[in-house]
């Protein structure tokens, strides 16, 4: 699936980069870089926020379940941040996301497609007889 999603990403990011003028990438290989970077981060991210929700359920005091939601709470635009530094860090000028909003529309829209086509290609169960 980790193929999958990374066609996923390039092609929301090349329609992305065709349809808004704040998203820029200068070249189809920047563009395919761009998702693969966008995979290791979101992988990350989903990795850190599941163990995160997971100690909110698990938390034996109200204590240890309001320090795990203010962790999730940094999590979430944290991340957002950390995409837009490592995407500046990774191609400087060359690759532009825009802003703080538009990195978290982007990254909903690569979620939701992912989670589409992940649907569309699952394979179905054997039928009852």
Do not use: C, H, N
């Not at 990011?13 to 003028?21: A, C, D, E, R, S």
């Not at 109200?62 to 530094?85: D, E, M």
Request: charge should be positive; charged fraction near 15%.
């Amino acid at each position: 699936m980790d193929v999958v999603d990374v066609f996923v990403y390039v092609v929301v990011l090349g329609l992305t980069v065709q349809l808004l003028p704040g998203v820029l990438s200068e070249s189809f290989a920047l563009t395919l870089l761009t998702a693969l970077l966008l995979k290791v981060i979101l992988e990350l991210v989903l990795a850190a926020k599941s163990r995160v929700i997971a100690r909110i359920r698990s938390a034996g005091s109200t204590a240890a379940r309001v320090v795990a939601v203010a962790t999730l709470l940094l999590i979430l635009p944290g991340s957002k941040l950390f995409v837009l530094w490592a995407v500046d860090v990774a191609f400087g000028d060359a690759v532009r996301l825009g802003g703080f909003f538009s990195v978290t529309g982007l990254i909903v829209v690569l979620m939701l497609a992912r989670g589409g086509v992940r649907r569309i290609l699952a394979p179905e169960p054997p039928p009852d007889r």
